[in-house]
């Protein structure tokens, strides 16, 4: 009978359940694509960090020890020291192997860069553009700043890690010196005015913001030749996904000794910038593996504040669903207040009643959850497209809690009607009073 | 005694028709009601025998409505005694004259008070579904009762006034009750529609049901057994 009549009569007031319905969809609507985006976001936001370069450097132990002197570095062997190009793929053999998407080495050595008798002192440094580093265990792994350094811009075209003549300009410094790409440069190594010379095509004109700028930027093997170092690299800037800094990441920057036991195990298994930077210390001996905290610092605070922003906006969206259930379901108690009265006149326990009502708004909660995580699915995947470039999963967890979430909203909005179907006297309704 | 333990002892034997002659059915001593300075009864009392059919009249303002709804346990009286068919009722709480009404009280409303989106049939199961469990067969016997067998599967915006009233009478009945209140049945009625309901009622009578028919209308009190006169809240000598 209980049902039959719950059957019946979520059909009454049809316009009325349609719009709660559609309140509850709204919100479960919000909440399916932001809690859909909220645990992709990190992800996604991660990857998308790692285009505005590396958050790790690696250095020469000497190099990272400064000998600061009225604020200047006097560190004799400052730029002295070197990595060897061929421990790279030790990078790759770290616990969190699968976390670095990218690694490029560097080797910066002075040079004139001369062209229609202007000479001018520069720097050249030698990367890696686009470079097949091969792994012992693998086919190879092609990294390089075209994949780490997005938003390098170049006019022209990139030069080839195995060109030996290809080269890219600052675009400061080829505004200074008059040139574009398609010419032609040429740099001569050394102090003096007899060191090497090598002319060089200009592939493309390079446009970093930074120091880039105002150098030329050439294919790491080129840059080893100029220099006399071959195999021989300076630094190497590492872009790793990491998790976002709490207390115990924080704790850690003392230096792992600082971390008790327990605490030091998790810490190391967990992607924090810094226990990545600390395992890629374990494997290149001698070297110094420094988070570079403001992009890593950055990317958690980011991360962290859209994720607070999802999860008020969230709370947001469930009040306004569960007032405007409340008010829906206050109009029905009051235009079936008779009903009410007259189940209360044969004897209905309040609970009973209670079920009826309650159990209208416990089906509307979960149409309008169905159709929420239905819409909220397909909102996330075009905010996913268009700003991430890629689709958001669908995780299954999202169809109890979403349904959840709706079904505690509506009962949350039926509150207060409950209270007025409890405080509802027969007496007051049966006579033709109200 | 408890209350359930008073139900199980008056348990009657015959589900339309009343049992045990002879008791008193409502036995009201002194009753009264006030709504602040407002005394709306004051000192009513008097009694009805099972199987009688009495009508309390008066004009409005009287006190008919009040002392209906102190009869059928939807009101407190704020003075006095009220026993129901052998129950002291007056001073239950809420929850015992809710136990107390759907098991001895079958109420018949000058509104009709149907669920309008449940059938004939399911309006009378539901005051069995309230008071035990829902019996389609039961509930089908009491519509014959009334005369709408025929009529069952109809919602109420299908019948006519006068069906509508007997589907809240069979309602009534269903649950074998000691006693059936009546708030002015025909009020809404025509005169065919009255003469009918009139009808149903006088034959319930003729078959043991103890009935109190509130109404200001004379023709239908001189067809009840007795008046109870009501007047400025007070009995009329």
Redesign the interface.
Known sequence: ??L??LW??F??GRRRKILAAATVALAATLITTLFALSVDVGDKMAKEMTSYGSNIRVTPKADAMPLLIGGVDYNPLKGRDYLNERDLPKIKDIFWRNNIVGLVPRLALPATAEIDGTALRISVTGTYFDHLLPLPSDEGYRTGVRDINRFWQVEGTWPDDASESQALVGSRLAARLGVVAGGTLRLRTGDGADGPLRTVAIAGILTTGGEEDDGVTVPLAMAQAMAGLPGRIQSIDVSALTVPENDLARKARRGPEALSSEEYDKWYCTAYVGSIAHQIEEVLADTSARPIWQVAAGEGAVITRIQMLLLVVSAAAIAAAAMCVSALMNTTVLERA??I?????????PW?IHLLFVGEAVIVGLIGGALGILAGYAVAQGVGWSVFQSGVDVRPITVPVVLAISVITVLAGSILPSRAIAAL???EV???RR | MTVSNQLTSDATSSRFGSTEQGRMVIDIRGLGKRFGAVAALQDVSFDVQRGEFIAIMGPSGSGK?TLL?IL?L??RPTEGDYHLDGIAVASLTEREQ??I???KIG?V???F?L????SAL?NV???Q???SV?DREEALEALEHVGLAQRRDHLPSQLSGGEQQRVCIA?ALINAPALILA?EPTGNLDADNEGLVMGLLERLRDEGRTIVLVTHNPDLGERTDRIVRLQHGRLAS
């Open positions: 009978m209980v039959r009549m019946r009569s059909f009454e008779r009903e009265g007259l189940m209360k006149a044969l004897g209905a326990a009973e006297l027969p007496v049966l006579h033709g | 409505t709804n059928s939807l009101d809710t136990v009404r759907r098991e109420l409303f000058q509104q008070h669920i309008p989106y449940l399911e199961m539901l005051a579904h309230y008071h829902a309602r708030d």
